[in-house]
């Protein structure tokens, strides 16, 4: 069975930073992309920031701020916040493609989120 499980979450004023971690475990036989989307409350699910190798690509909101990197030995994303502000509030959630032992086709997988909040 195989499980994202995100961390790094919390409170922050605005102009602050966070880290976000995402962790793959399980039986994986192996990843492709790894990526960040966030939901705030109201609003659809978006894409915040995707790494397949070493192509990244980002949404505009993010671009400038945001750094997604990867370790694949860990099976593990990683989300940079920089320059945090309020509009950034929101659920952000890990998503990876991943193949699992039992499979020989990429399924989606999600985690269950982690809370980002930008308040003074």
């Known amino acids: 069975q195989v499980q994202l499980v995100e961390s790094g979450g919390g409170l922050v004023q605005p102009g602050g930073s966070l880290r976000l971690s995402c962790a793959a475990s399980?039986?994986?036989?192996?990843?492709?992309?790894m990526g960040w989307y966030r939901q705030a409350p109201g609003k659809e699910r978006e894409l915040v920031a995707r790494?397949?190798?070493?192509?990244?690509n980002y949404a505009d909101s993010a671009r400038g701020r945001f750094t997604i990197s990867r370790d694949n030995a860990q099976n593990t994303v990683y989300l940079q916040l920089n320059s945090l502000r309020p509009e950034d509030t929101a659920l952000y959630y890990c998503?990876?493609?991943?193949?699992?032992?039992?499979?020989?086709?990429?399924?989606?997988?999600w985690g269950q989120g982690t809370q980002v909040t930008v308040s003074s």
């Open positions: 790494i397949r190798g070493d192509t990244t």
């Open positions: 399980g039986s994986i036989r192996s990843i492709a992309a």
């Open positions: 998503n990876a493609d991943i193949v699992a032992s039992s499979a020989w086709h990429p399924a989606a997988y």
